[in-house]
Each structure stands twice: as C-alpha cells, then as structure tokens.
C-alpha cells in the first residue's frame, strides 16, 4: 500500500473545477498534480490559480504515474468514455454526476474497475456535509420516531439565466432530474436505502430557452428533455416519497421533509453542504432548531475520502455503486413518465456509514 498524499488529476476545467480545486487544494491527504482540458489552455489557467504542477489534454495527464484518482468533471455525455479511458490507464476514478447517460454505461464502469481492482466514486458528496449527515444521526436517534414519507421539492427558472453555456443542461443525461435530482435523490438514497419501484409524470414548458449571461446572451438553443418531472418513490426500508424536479418555476423552492410517527424533519438544500436542520414535533406550533456538527469543506470531500481509504481503509462512502442505483433511479422514473407505468428497480444500494462527527479534511487524520 502506498503512503503519502494521493495523487489526483482533474479532466475538465470548466465551471465546477474550480469549486473542487479549492476543496482538494486544502486537503492535506491529496495533492492535485494535474489539470486536464480540451482547451488546453483553459486547463493552465485553472492549474496556474491553484498552484497546480501540470497542465494538458487527457492522454498527457493519463501517463502521470503519481497520479492516482482522476476527477472527471467533463459533461455528462463524456463521463463514460473519460472514466473508461483513466481506467485503462490503471487509475481510480471520481466522476461528476451523473455516473453515466444510461444504466447499462454506469454497469459497464463499474464492471471494467472491478476486474482491473480499481474503485469509482462519484458525485454529489453533498451528503457527506454537516447539514445532511446531522440529518442522519437524527433519524437514528430517533427524533420524529419512525419515518414513514418524504417530501422533496426542487424548482426554479433554470439555469439559462447564469449561466454562460448551459445548453448541455437541457440535453439528453440532464435536465432538472439529472442535473439537481442527483442531489436529492441521493440524499434520500443514503438515509433510507434503495428504492424498490417508482412512478412518474413529465413535461416540457418550451421547446427553446435563450442564454441570459455571458458572451452567449440572447441566443436560443432548443430544449431536448421535459423540464418539470414529478415521482412517486417506494423505498424498500418502508417509507415514500413525493419528488418534484423542476426547470418551469418562477418561485424557486428547494426542500425536503421527512414526516414521521412523531413529527417533521426538515432537511438542508442537499445542493450544500450546511444547515439548517429542524424539527416541530405533534403538538408544536414552530420549528425547532437542530445541532448541525460536521464539515462543509465543500464538493471534494468524496475524493478525500475515497483517498482515505486508499491509504487504509474499507468501503468510500459516495461510491459508484451508490451512483448506479441513482442513476438507474433516474432512468426509471424518464421511463415512467414515457409509458404512464409503475417500474421497479433491478438493482440495490450501497448501506452507507454515516461519518464520524469529528470527521476533519484538513487535519490529515485518514478515517
């Protein structure tokens, strides 16, 4: 087993790289040795902010030996074909969600690290933060008894309106289910297991949306997927829940509550990595306010403690495994909303361990 700080490469420096770069910058259990692009020059720019060694296109990066993890954050078409080829090169990979565009892509992954004793993680690790993982230690410890069903909201305009190129987010492996739902429905995923069977509605608002920000401004470019999409999840544990992921809203609202035989939860937007946690019991008239204990290094925190467990370890926490369920999830409930049917889901989920409250990126303690 190796020791040391675990070498990592990112592919992909576009938007979110520089949220993962300053996360991973602070880690002292990794060390960002690369920075890969298309635009190669894009790729030094991002590696000459962060105080990054190494800068090129993908094969490049690829053949550095100390490079250990790569973090593919290239957009959703390309996250199969990114991830198969750092595998290849005999790398682990931590990838943005989704895991793949389709489920069979997402198996083909996992399949490829298993056989070459490889591991694959995958965002959001959002869950990992103080906010959700507090959510956790409160369900166990029993605080609205025995849940029983979810309510999970997250709506808005869409992303056009800030974004400088968002058309990649109204084609085929986005839209609001893939691009947010990930966060909520892996949330769910990790307090309550895996969903055994879905149903699903879905609609499109507009065939084109127009650019809002950036060098783009004011042009249009047509929407390939349904921007409002509504579901019904059975999870296997018992309780259900109602999710709505939308693109249509003026009224942006973003929640999930969890109601149980002895009161409400309210969750923190799953898209953080903070609070607030509260709770109003039978008989209360207002939330009440939970403790909020852990991190919220921010998004990284996946590839850190998957590095963790490179170093000695057993089983990382936001895993591809995980990932896949999510993914087939979301597939599920598009294919719902196709065929106006109740599917069930083939495969499981991951038990996933909630962190230990003194869990701390920065102080080099592998977990």
């Known amino acids: 087993m190796s020791t040391g700080p675990v070498g990592v490469a990112l ?6 790289s520089t949220q993962y770069l300053t996360a991973l910058s602070k880690f002292p259990d990794v060390r960002v040795l690369a920075v890969a692009d298309l635009d190669i020059g894009r790729a030094r720019a991002a590696a000459d902010t962060f105080g990054v060694p190494a800068a090129g296109d993908v094969a490049s990066v690829l053949a550095i030996p100390e490079v250990e993890i790569v973090v593919n954050l290239t957009i959703p078409a390309a ?15 931590y990838g943005e969600k989704p895991l793949a565009l389709a489920p069979a892509d997402g198996a083909k992954i996992l399949a490829e690290a298993q056989a070459a004793g490889l591991r694959v993680g995958s965002a959001p690790d959002t869950f990992l933060g103080a906010g959700l993982q507090s959510a956790a230690r409160a369900l166990s410890s029993g605080v609205i008894g025995e849940p029983v069903a979810v309510t999970a909201v997250t709506q808005g305009p869409g992303p056009e309106s800030w974004h400088p190129s968002p058309e990649f987010l ?8 893939f691009d947010i739902g990930p966060y909520y429905l892996t949330a769910l995923v990790a307090l309550f297991g895996p969903v055994s069977r879905v149903s699903a509605t879905a609609r499109q608002a507009r065939a084109e949306r127009v650019i809002g920000s950036g060098p783009k401004a004011g042009t249009a470019f047509a929407v390939e997927v349904p921007t409002h999409v509504q579901a019904l999840l059975d999870f296997e544990s018992g309780p259900s829940a109602s999710a709505t992921f939308s693109f249509d809203s003026a009224v942006p609202r973003r929640m999930i509550e969890i109601t149980g035989t002895e009161g409400t939860l309210s969750l923190p937007d799953p898209n953080t990595f903070v609070g607030p946690l509260q709770v109003q019991a039978f008989g209360e008239e207002t939330w009440r306010d939970l403790p909020v204990t852990g991190s919220s290094a ?16 057993t089983d990382h926490r936001a895993s591809g495994d995980l990932a ?14 196709e065929r106006h049917a109740v599917l069930p889901l083939e ?5 996933v361990p909630v962190l230990p409250e003194d869990w701390d990126p920065v102080v080099g303690a592998r977990a």
């Open 170 to 177: 109204f084609q085929y492996g986005a839209g609001p289910l």
């Open 324 to 337: 896949q369920h999510v993914l087939e999830l979301m597939s599920t409930i598009t294919e719902s909303a």
């Open 11 to 16: 592919v992909g420096a576009g938007v979110i």
């Open 298 to 313: 921010g998004r990284g925190m996946g590839v850190l403690d998957m590095a963790r467990v490179l170093r000695g370890g």
């Open 79 to 93: 996250h199969a074909e990114v991830a198969s080829a750092a595998l290849r090169a005999g790398k682990h990979v």
């Open 347 to 351: 495969s499981g989920a991951p038990v």
